[in-house]
């Protein structure tokens, strides 16, 4: 109940706009409330539970909502920010574009929450974690951002000392693959593997988002859930104990190496809890997972409600653990399926759970997207593991030669793919932004959830009664 009170905080705050939450009396009772219901836990107490998380959300968004307060007043005028740098800038022939995070205005020693987003001259020296100071004239933000700044000029940068060892690390690596596998299969490798997206061109991103495989490039939960899997079969054969920890220490690297986006705090929280309960001997059920994990994932930030890469990774987990396991028990009821035929059911699954979020933030669908999945998705493990070997196995007897081979003409198979289904824009299919009529699509698949939940009773009892 504490995580569904999370939730339903987290919309009625960011709908009502709730602000007068910020004193920290709040979080000492909510703490009081948790208290009381694990000590009673019955039907009156358990909504204490659901209060306790709905209180702790509104602290967290008027929080954030002073915050942003204070940074609107801001809105056309020209200011000074100093912040440090959250991802990878991506830099192209004219400008780069970059995000910074910890912001301070002017000499106001205060740290303000959110992230303004900036294009400033092309400069290849920034990287992850550098401190700047800019100034140039802040204007209103989109999406998730607080503010927008272009062309401001920077008065002020530092290298954090000793850094981000992980970032150190992964370029580390990156810089060995490098020497093995040249452009533009090097940069859809490292996207793979490290999701350093950066080096794609902006035609290549283009055709992604065409045929529906933006998703391939970005570090997500089936990049995680592949190099665990690897990780899982190496040590699984020393001990259970062994596969925990390591499997655990690895999901929490690769986060700190590709960022703590939305997406990947999703993944990640996920696959540790996964990890947990499969050494335990516990069955994940997969509803309530995402109920926990989203409640998480508000707590450390309400704003991710209306983060698109949030949305579209529950959805899709939602899509490949919920609706394709009953779209799977529909049409094949026990029967041992296929894997051609479960790859499909699995692919349907997930384009349908996002199609409302993709619909309503694009205003664009391909029709040929399925398809594209199912040349790419069965493939994108042994890429990832060949880009990878690539990098382990440099200089080691001349072995990288034969694996950055292999590596290479995979990747130019995805290229091709890409290249060729993305020129198909007859197959796309637009309609205007901003509807929230499509979201009804989920009320399609509700009714089809309901159906298939009725139909497993009917046949259950029959037998019975039979």
């Not at 530092?158 to 940069?187: E, H």
């Not at 490039?217 to 699984?236: D, P, Y």
């Not at 995805?414 to 060729?420: F, G, P, Q």
């Not at 009529?437 to 009725?454: C, K, Q, R, T």
Request: aromatic share 14%.
């Amino acid at each position: 109940m504490w995580a569904i009170g999370v939730l339903a905080g987290a919309i009625l705050a960011l709908i009502f706009r709730i602000n007068y939450f910020n004193s920290p009396i709040w979080i000492l009772f909510a703490i009081s409330l948790l208290i009381i219901a694990y000590l009673k836990p019955t039907l009156v107490f358990v909504i204490f539970a659901l209060i306790a998380g709905m209180v702790m959300v509104f602290f967290r968004v008027s929080d954030g909502l002073a915050d942003e307060k204070y940074i609107q007043q801001l809105y056309g005028k020209t200011v000074t920010i100093s912040g440090q740098i959250d991802g990878d800038p991506e830099t192209d022939e004219k400008e780069t574009k970059l995000k910074i995070i910890n912001l301070k205005f002017g000499n106001i020693e205060e740290v303000f929450g959110g992230v303004v987003y900036m294009s400033v001259n092309k400069n290849e020296d920034l990287t992850w974690g550098d401190e700047v100071i800019v100034r140039g004239k802040l204007s209103e933000g989109f999406g998730t951002y607080v503010g927008y700044m272009y062309k401001p000029k920077i008065t002020g940068w530092a290298r954090a000392m000793p850094g981000n060892l992980a970032i150190k690390i992964r370029n580390w690596f990156a810089r060995r693959i490098a020497k093995l596998i040249s452009a533009p299969q090097l940069n859809l490798g490292l996207s793979y593997l490290l999701g350093m997206k950066t080096g794609l061109s902006d035609e290549f991103s283009d055709n992604l988002k065409t045929i529906g495989l933006t998703h391939i490039v970005v570090a997500s939960g089936a990049h995680l859930s592949i190099l665990v899997e690897i990780v899982k079969k190496c040590f699984g054969r020393v001990s259970r104990m062994a596969c925990v920890i390591f499997s655990i220490l690895f999901t929490l690297i690769f986060m700190a190496m590709v960022g703590w986006t939305p997406s990947i705090v999703r993944a990640g929280t996920m696959s540790i809890l996964a990890t947990l309960m499969w050494y335990s001997g516990r069955k994940l059920m997969p509803w309530r997972t995402i109920i926990l994990v989203a409640a998480f994932t508000l707590i450390l930030n309400p704003m991710n409600l209306i983060n698109l890469g949030w949305l579209l990774s529950f959805a899709s987990y939602g899509g490949i653990m919920i609706l394709g396991p009953l779209i799977r028990e529909f049409f094949y009821g026990k029967k041992k399926v296929g894997f051609l035929s479960s790859t499909v059911i699995t692919t349907i699954a997930a384009t349908l759970m996002t199609l409302p979020i993709t619909l309503y933030y694009y205003g664009a669908m391909s029709t040929i997207s399925v398809l594209a999945n199912l040349l790419i998705l069965p493939t994108l493990p042994y890429a990832m593991g060949l880009v990878f070997l690539s990098g382990a196995v440099y200089g080691v007897f001349g072995i990288e030669t034969i694996v950055s081979f292999f590596a290479t003409k995979l990747l130019d198979f995805h290229i091709l793919v890409v290249s060729w289904l993305g020129e198909m824009i007859q197959f796309l299919v637009k309609i205007p932004q901003y509807r929230v009529e499509v979201f009804w699509f989920y009320a399609v698949i509700a009714i089809f959830l309901v159906f298939i939940a009725w139909r497993k009773h009917f046949y259950a009892k029959k037998s019975n009664m039979l």
